[in-house]
């Protein structure tokens, strides 16, 4: 059937359909975190600087004290920066290894060609830096520190970012993040090959077998949670016995944790137990609907949830509280400033990390050489390779790994002098970048490659409702529910944006019934199905929307004979059930596309996430219609 008078013709959001999870939700998150968490570091650094310089005995004392946990004839015991490094920072890593493996099961490099771009701009930028790092420091005692010259810090480069865009460049962040957690892997396997010594045998292959057993806890029942979390803290120890710095241990079990998006049915089921709570509050009741609450949510997920806030905001600063306090003076300073260990890092990090992440992106989207298209422009790029060129975390980690005495304060100088040169250097990129000729910004856009589309059926005029200009650049897609009183909510916001935005939009409205929770809503959706086989979709659609109240068949029947629809026809279709396959139609897609709430929308086939106001959703339209434009407009 048509779905209104206004529909004759679509244009399908560009794009390959692909079933997916959203992407913007846990990234927005991911980066809030980390970018706030960035204002907690630098200042930790600065408490520590000072800290080392006021009372430089105190300092060493505090971090120096030995702390062991003894049972029977066996000992636990290293210095409390000991424990803060190896044991605090595994959490850190751990939420590093869940980012990644949420990256890899639903996020961009759910489509793994998008993988090889970032890969080569890590592995360049790393490539380059240790290169420029033991080129300035070929023969001398410094030399060993290169591992020091890998890392970019993953919580101060998104900082960097963030600044210098104010917030809007969440695809380059994404890009970026997905870089560093590269280069995470890389630096810490880098720890395990060339700065762990008198490796135990006996202590790894533990280590091996217990994630062999955490790996096969995915199989297990209700019972796996508190198992998982005892064979972690095995691995854990048995890392830190085997002499391999025990922080990979946080990484590779991240690795390993699934993330998935919340299945309708067991969002169902929840409801049914959490119903059956209500009507009779026993123990049993409370803990079944409580574990099938907390099941529907993917463990990767929960983990993120309890831990990112701790680890962007207590570990990782406590870890710049122990490491980066240096007791400055006139000898340190002038030891540093002819140092090729601080200068080593120092160009590692500002020359040799950005210009290797450029070239290794030339090089991997070359034509010639199979390359892909990239899912930055190339001036984006550099101001992404700028702010990548801050090390911290991992810097300082290996550089207490690698050196003792003035070698280490001066290379924790050039460490700390990467904070302060390189976002300086990403704020001038970016500056450059927005000052670039506009027809030069759209050539770079359109050489770029489009977006996984998360929609997973197009739109079809034939049997879509479809409000505005039918070959709008952009398409908005709700999944509703007529009883959902955020879908009441959100209707006066989709009102002013079709009026405020006109011509660039179209919108569309698909169903969704969460009928274990709205009893009425079915019905109306058939209601409001019915309505538009006699041409009155749209306005059945606003009465049924902003009542969500009134939905028994008396208000439909009220509400049919006030529009002047026909009452015989639109009753026998309601009791016929004529239009629920239509809406089962739409209920399918909405499974497809990884929906199982409402109001959930679609932005050109993108997954919206955050909030639905009206000033949200203009930018998220806005945004997408420039970015049609620029796709749109030719390259020369």
Not at 216 to 224: D, V
Not at 352 to 357: C, D, Q, R, S, V
Not at 448 to 459: Q, S
Not at 495 to 504: F, R, V
Request: glycine content about 8%; proline content about 5%.
């Amino acid at each position: 059937m048509m779905a209104a008078a206004d529909t004759t013709t679509t244009v399908p959001a560009a794009g390959r359909t692909a079933w997916a999870r959203n992407l913007a939700a846990p990234i927005r998150g991911f980066l809030y975190a980390e970018t706030g968490g960035a204002v907690f570091l630098a200042a930790a650094a600065v408490v520590a600087l000072v800290w080392a310089n006021v009372s430089p005995d105190s300092y060493a004392s505090v971090w120096q004290t030995r702390l062991a946990i003894v049972l029977g004839g066996h000992e636990l015991a290293t210095d409390l920066r000991g424990w803060v490094n190896e044991g605090l920072m595994t959490l850190f890593f751990l939420v590093v290894g869940l980012e990644a493996k949420r990256e890899l099961d639903l996020g961009e490099l759910r489509e793994r060609r998008r993988l090889a771009i970032p890969v080569m701009c890590s592995l360049g930028g790393m490539a380059a830096a240790a290169g420029l790092y033991l080129a300035i420091n070929a023969g001398g005692p410094g030399a060993k520190g290169w591992g020091a010259a890998l890392s970019t810090d993953t919580a101060l480069a998104l900082g960097t970012l963030a600044l210098v865009t104010r917030g809007r460049a969440i695809r380059l962040r994404v890009f970026l993040l997905t870089m560093v957690i590269i280069d995470d892997l890389a630096a810490l396997l880098v720890i395990a090959l060339a700065y762990s010594s008198h490796v135990s045998a006996t202590a790894l292959a533990v280590a091996a077998g217990l994630f062999a057993v955490l790996i096969a806890l995915r199989w297990a029942g209700s019972w796996r949670v508190p198992a998982a979390a005892l064979v972690g803290v095995g691995i854990w120890l048995a890392m830190f016995k085997s002499g391999i710095d025990a922080v990979i241990a946080g990484l590779a079990i991240g690795l390993i944790t699934s993330a998935y998006p919340p299945a309708r049915d067991d969002l169902e089921r929840s409801t049914e137990l959490t119903r059956s709570f209500r009507e009779q509050p026993t123990p049993e009741l409370a803990y079944s609907a409580r574990a099938s609450l907390t099941a529907a949510i993917s463990p990767n997920e929960r983990l993120q949830y309890r831990l990112h806030p701790w680890t962007s905001r207590v570990i990782v600063p406590l870890f710049a509280l122990a490491n980066a306090g240096i007791h400055l003076d006139g000898g340190v300073l002038s030891a540093a400033v002819r140092s090729p260990v601080t200068w080593g890092i120092l160009a590692a990090y500002v020359v040799g990390k950005p210009l290797g992440i450029m070239g290794a992106a030339w090089l991997a989207t070359r034509p010639a050489l199979g390359g892909a298209r990239p899912t930055v422009t190339f001036p984006a790029l550099a101001g992404a390779a700028a702010s990548a060129g801050v090390g911290f975390t991992i810097s300082l980690l290996v550089a207490t790994l690698a050196f003792h005495g003035p070698l280490l304060e001066q290379a924790k100088i050039g460490v700390l002098a990467t904070a302060v040169v390189s976002p300086a250097l990403a704020w001038c990129a970016f500056q450059v970048m927005v000052r670039l000729p506009a027809e030069t910004r759209a050539r770079q856009l359109g050489a770029t490659t489009g977006t996984i589309v998360d929609l997973a059926e197009d739109i079809d005029p034939e049997r879509d409702h479809i409000r505005g200009r039918v070959d709008a650049p952009v398409t908005l897609v709700q999944y509703g529910d007529f009883e959902c009183p955020y879908c009441a909510h959100a209707a006066p916001v989709i009102d002013k944006l079709l009026d405020h935005l006109g011509n660039e939009l179209r919108y569309v409205f698909r169903h969704l019934p969460l009928t274990d929770v709205h009893p009425n809503a079915q019905v109306a959706s058939e209601a409001a199905e019915a309505a538009g086989a006699q041409g009155a979709f749209w306005e059945m659609h606003d009465r049924l929307i902003k009542n969500p109240e009134a939905l028994a068949p008396s208000d439909l029947y009220r509400h049919a004979s006030e529009l002047g629809l026909d009452l015989d026809r639109f009753s026998d279709d309601l009791r016929r059930r004529r239009h629920a396959a239509h809406v089962t139609e739409d209920v399918q897609s909405a499974d497809a596309s990884g929906v199982s709430g409402t109001p959930t929308f679609f932005v050109n086939g993108r997954r919206h996430q955050g909030a639905y106001d009206i000033d949200t959703l203009t930018r998220a339209v806005k945004a997408a219609a420039r970015a049609a434009t620029m796709r749109a407009t030719p390259s020369s």
